[in-house]
Each structure stands twice: as structure tokens, then as C-alpha cells.
């Protein structure tokens, strides 16, 4: 299946979407450490926060036994809480310790939360403070991963909008650079920086980069490519500083990844025959790949609870490339602008909804008897005891899923649970 071109760089017209406002039930920004971290190799992420936040990040991200971990949590006591206890004194001292004690970390990253927000502790001039206390050997940098009203992928976003002003400006003299946004696997990175080459794309750059150091520049002559399409505020301050994003489709599954790389073609000025050459046999090796998963998954029905913000790009793919039926996409946030391409090709009169009134999804979800849902963890076991076979959105964060080599792992993703319940059926 090959993406038409009149739908690859503009919006199509938007399908409806209702908008549900209620009690929600998802994880918090902080899970985004969990593979921020090994992303950014020599980046540590200080979480300050309370025990409930050091919980989750151990229960999300288990315990680094063999290696240094590069995350943490400065717990806040009741003192700090209290306002008895100076945590700005308590901070330095942390992180003057944490340094001292770990030279390899380059980049550190104070994590607010919840209970740091609810004292007010201003966590952007501590990183400000900090920052002049051990540059130039560390830069320390601030984000909010707080659960309030966030969904955990809105972590890489503010982390990635934290980076923005660390970048240098790139000069007007300098040729135009690709910089694809959005934390991807090392393996799955190497790929595309094949595929860009083979375009004759030579200044290409990723964000996050593997290094502290390897922050590229940005400025008008940069062209952006979201990996990921929940990095609604990080291409804000990207725009600011002068870049231009490329409208595509994202690269999951064989037609995504066509998409997303035809629309930088587009945006370059590159021969169709060109990208055709270069594609081609990808995009034939995740179709085959994916033919006997299709046979599994063709005609189930899926239920998608607001969760991962990946919600639209993956109806995409099940119901164009697997041939399943999305019987309700539920996001938490939806930026029509930055999946106007998605938009266009979900299947006609599926409902999308907006937000979540999670008593009223699940009434959905029950009525309709759905064979898979997508949602977070919470919702997975009980619905699993009820009989409904889930998928954990958060694996989709964990797992390598983009591009053509990843197209059948990401469709395995949704096989899975249905075999091992027919399994257990039998
Ligand atoms: S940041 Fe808030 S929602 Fe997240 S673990 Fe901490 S207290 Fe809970």
C-alpha cells in the first residue's frame, strides 16, 4: 500500500470528534524517564519529588541493579512539604553531592512534580542557579513531569521543550538540516540516517541526541520531522527559534514510513523516482512481513482509551494495513494540525474522542465487547478479569515500533494478547 500524494503534506478535511471532559485515568510525565534515559547517555533526570514518585519510576523502570542508574528522586520530606526546611539549600547540596559523585554525568535534569508544583518550588531557577554553579562541565536543565492534569508522553515533550533553548543558532549560511524530533531506538535511528543518505540528505540531526554534547543547531534553515506526534510543545519553541516543520504522516508501518519519508523528499525538493528507489524495498519487506499477522488481526474489533497520544497514528495503521476495525480512538489531547494527514485516513464514521470520562468509556468498552483494547495499566487488569483482552499503551514507548524493520513488531504487539487468550480459551 503506497500513500496517494495528495494526502501526504496538506489537511484533509478533519473527521468529528466529541470531546469528553471527566475523571481520567492515566500515568504521569515522570514515566517518560523511563526511556529518556537511554536516550540521552550521560544525562542524569533528578526527580524532585515524593516517595509515590520514587515508586513509580521504580516500578516502571525496575531496579538498575549492574549499572549506575541515571535517574532519581530527591524526596521531599514533611519539613520541605511543611515549609520548614529550606529545598533550595537541600537541592544544591543534593546535586553538588550527585556530581561529585558521578563526573560522567554532562547533562542533569531536575524533574518537577506534583508535590514540588504544590510548594512552588521553582525548579527553573534552581536548573538556572545550578547550571552557573557547575557550567561548563554540566548543564543542568528543568521540566515538569507533574501528573497534574498530563498524560505520561507530555514527559518527552516538556523534556524535548527544555532542550530547545540549550541549542545553539544555527547560522544563515548554513545548508539546510533535517532534524527528526522525537526519542526513537538507537537501531531504528541507524536506519532512517541510512535512508536519509541515500536521499543525498547530508545534514541530518536528531532530537533528543545521544549525548549531551551533540546538541545541534537550530534556526530558520532547519526543517523539523516529528517521529513522535506527541511533541505539541516542543515544536512551538522550535518554531520560535525559526524552524519549519515538514507536515507527514508518522513513519509506523510500511505506509507510515513511506509517508513520513516522501513528505521530506517534498520538503527537499528530492525526484519522486528517487524515493521510490530508496524505499521500495522496505516498504516491501514490512508488507510481506506483515502479511500473516494480517490474517490474525483482520476483522478484529479494537477499543482505544486515551492514553499514549499515539492513539490516531496507530488506528491508521490497524485499519489500513491490518484491515481492523477501530470501534472508538480515544486520545487525551488531540493537535489536529500536527495529525491532519492521520486524520485523513482513519476509516469513515469512527468515533474519536477527546479527553476521557473514564466511567463512560468503560460503559462503551463493555457494550461493546471489543476483541482487543488499548489503555494503560490501570484499566488492563480489571478489564482483563471481566474478560477483554488488552494491550498496555506504555509498551508502545518501550518498544522499537518505527519504521519499516519495526512494522511487523509493532503489529505483534496487538497479536499477542488475542493468541494468548485463544490460548487460554482452549
Ligand atoms: S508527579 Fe504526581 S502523579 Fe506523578 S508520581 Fe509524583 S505525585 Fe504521582
Not at 548543564?139 to 533553548?165: H, K, M, N, Q, W
Not at 539546510?176 to 540528505?201: H, N, Y
Not at 516491501?284 to 483482520?298: F, M
Not at 491490518?322 to 495529525?339: A, S, V
Request: aromatic share 6%; glycine share 8%; with cysteine.
Amino acid at each position: 500500500m503506497s500513500v496517494p500524494e495528495t494526502l501526504l503534506p496538506t489537511a484533509c478535511a478533519t473527521p468529528p470528534v466529541r470531546f469528553e471532559r471527566g475523571q481520567r485515568e492515566v500515568f504521569c510525565g515522570l514515566t517518560g524517564i523511563v526511556w529518556l534515559h537511554r536516550k540521552i547517555q550521560d544525562a542524569f533526570f533528578l526527580v524532585v519529588g515524593s516517595r509515590t514518585c520514587a515508586h513509580l519510576l521504580q516500578s516502571a523502570a525496575g531496579v538498575m541493579i549492574f549499572a549506575e542508574p541515571r535517574f532519581g528522586t530527591a524526596i521531599l520530606e514533611e519539613r520541605d512539604l511543611a515549609g520548614l526546611a529550606d529545598a533550595n539549600e537541600e537541592l544544591d547540596r543534593i546535586v553538588g553531592r550527585l556530581l561529585e559523585r558521578r563526573p560522567d554525568i554532562r547533562m542533569l535534569f531536575l524533574v518537577g512534580s506534583c508535590p514540588s508544583e504544590v510548594i512552588k518550588l521553582d525548579l527553573g531557577r534552581a536548573a538556572q542557579r545550578l547550571d552557573r554553579a557547575h557550567a561548563p562541565g554540566v548543564r543542568v536543565l528543568s521540566y515538569s513531569g507533574s501528573g497534574i492534569e498530563t498524560t505520561f508522553t507530555e514527559g518527552e515533550d516538556a523534556c524535548l521543550a527544555a532542550l530547545v533553548p540549550a541549542m545553539p543558532q544555527a547560522s544563515a549560511a548554513q545548508e539546510t538540516q533535517l532534524l527528526v524530533v522525537g526519542a526513537l531506538a538507537e537501531i531504528v535511528e541507524d536506519q532512517f540516517r541510512r535512508i536519509f543518505a541515500e536521499l543525498g540528505l547530508r545534514n541530518v540531526a536528531f532530537l533528543p541526541p545521544r549525548r549531551a554534547g551533540e546538541l545541534p543547531p537550530v534556526g530558520p534553515n532547519t526543517k523539523v520531522l516529528l517521529a513522535q506526534p506527541f511533541l505539541s510543545a516542543t515544536v512551538a519553541v522550535l518554531e520560535r527559534r525559526g524552524a519549519h516543520r515538514i507536515p507527514a504522516l508518522f513513519p509506523l508501518g510500511a505506509e507510515g514510513t513511506t509517508g513520513w519519508i516522501r513528505a521530506v523528499a517534498n520538503a527537499f525538493g528530492i525526484a519522486a523516482a528517487r524515493v521510490t528507489a530508496v524505499t521500495e524495498a522496505g516498504e516491501r519487506r514490512a508488507q510481506r512481513a506483515l502479511e500473516g499477522l494480517r490474517e490474525e488481526l483482520a476483522g478484529k474489533r479494537i477499543f482505544m482509551f486515551p492514553d499514549s497520544q499515539l492513539e490516531v497514528p496507530l488506528a491508521r495503521f490497524l485499519s489500513r494495513e491490518l484491515d481492523m476495525q477501530p470501534i472508538e480512538i480515544g486520545t487525551p489531547y488531540l493537535n489536529r494540525d500536527l495529525l491532519s494527514a492521520e486524520l485523513a485516513l482513519l476509516p469513515a464514521g469512527v468515533p474519536i474522542v477527546e479527553g476521557q470520562d473514564v466511567e463512560a468509556q468503560l460503559d462503551r468498552c463493555r457494550a461493546a465487547r471489543p476483541d482487543l483494547t488499548l489503555c494503560g495499566l490501570g484499566l488492563a487488569n480489571p478489564l482483563e478479569a471481566e474478560g477483554l483482552a488488552t494491550k498496555w499503551s506504555i509498551e508502545l514507548c518501550f518498544t522499537p515500533i518505527h519504521g519499516y524493520d519495526q512494522a511487523a513488531d509493532l503489529a505483534g504487539l496487538f497479536s499477542r494478547p488475542l493468541a494468548r487468550r485463544a490460548r487460554l480459551r482452549v
